[in-house]
């Protein structure tokens, strides 16, 4: 902005307000979303006949039926070990484009544990992600569990390595627990329930559609506008047979399909671009808290996710 400009909107409020407001619309980054998805190459319960691959295969068909950027898959090493064949998930996932990103060797949580025991975990899965991801980079980490430390020395302690080993945390500032779903599916399946499927089926759209709202309403409380969100999803199999449905979801609230690179260029993503910062909010959730503001409502799963097939 000139300096001639703001002489001119100092010395008219209602002139100031309009070019605020069109100010505001320029940078604003409008409905943007970058999905993610954790626990690669192997998350939950599988249904009977189906295996990791066939999860793996379908969510990568989704993606690119759906022309999303390039998606990124955060891995646990761990599983590969446990499962050999789930290596072909991470080869398939790169050979679509995909790229992977550090969650840890194990799915540790950090506050479960000492800071040298998370540095070692997160450094193990380093050499599976260097043999996948070749000269592409993958020094994105995000935390198993969301947990980023239970205590503010823990937390600056595993910023400071994260820096150090030149990663950038992935935010979440978009989810619905798409996870709760995956074991039920399974035993409905099991179970050859068909109607109960079926409300599995209408309660996660349900979820994800009333998510959408929780969190734009946070976002404009906070900030007056739509931040750059950044969605976490996982790679199971409930949510392999619900993707399409779910990126026309999302498109039909507007939303955009960016890059996690894109959509963390956000200010709201400060902190995490560069863990040497001062750790910010870690969700709109914890910024509301900040500020004292009350959460907005969200209800409860329409269905019971744990008891449903039992």
């Given amino acids: 902005m000139s300096i001639s400009f703001s002489r001119i909107i100092k010395k008219s409020f209602p002139l100031a307000a309009f070019f605020g407001c069109l100010f505001c619309s320029l940078v604003s980054h409008g409905q943007e979303i970058a999905f ?8 939950s319960n599988l249904p009977p006949g189906e295996t990791r691959q066939q999860v793996g295969i379908k969510i990568i068909e989704a993606i690119k039926a759906a022309h999303l950027p390039p998606v990124y898959g955060f891995t646990n090493g761990i599983r590969v070990e446990e499962q050999p064949d789930t290596l072909q998930v991470l080869n398939a996932w790169r050979d679509a484009g995909l790229p992977l990103g550090n969650h840890s060797w194990s799915h540790m949580n950090l506050n479960q544990h000492t800071l040298e025991e998370f540095e070692a975990d997160v450094l193990k899965n380093e050499p599976l992600l260097r043999k996948e991801m ?3 980079d993958w020094h994105w980490f995000r935390f198993p569990n969301l947990a980023e430390g239970d205590t503010p020395e ?4 595993v910023r400071s390595f994260l820096a150090q080993h030149g990663y950038k945390i992935a935010g979440v500032t ?12 399974a035993r409905c399946s099991t179970k050859g329930d068909t109607a109960a499927i079926a409300q599995l089926e209408s309660s996660y759209l349900a979820a994800a559609d009333q998510s959408i709202s929780f969190y734009r309403e946070m976002s404009k409380t906070l900030y007056g506008r739509d931040i750059s969100y950044v969605l976490l999803m996982h790679l199971g199999a409930f949510d392999a047979r619900m993707l399409p449905r779910l990126f026309e979801l999302y498109r039909s609230h507007g939303f955009k399909f960016v890059t996690i690179d894109d959509a963390q260029k956000d200010e709201f993503y400060r902190s995490d671009m560069n863990p040497a910062l001062a750790a910010g909010p870690q969700n ?7 500020r ?8 409860a799963p329409a269905i019971s996710l744990d008891m449903i097939c039992r």
Avoid: V
Avoid at 154 to 157: D, I, L, M, N, T
Avoid at 292 to 299: R, V
């Fill in 292 to 299: 004292h503001l009350p959460l907005p409502p969200l209800p």
């Fill in 134 to 136: 070749g000269d592409a």
């Fill in 36 to 43: 993610t998805f954790d626990d690669l190459p192997a998350h």
């Fill in 284 to 290: 709109l959730e914890a910024a509301m808290t900040a």
């Fill in 154 to 157: 823990k937390r600056a302690g």
């Fill in 174 to 185: 978009m989810s619905f627990a798409d996870y709760n779903w995956n074991a039920p599916y």
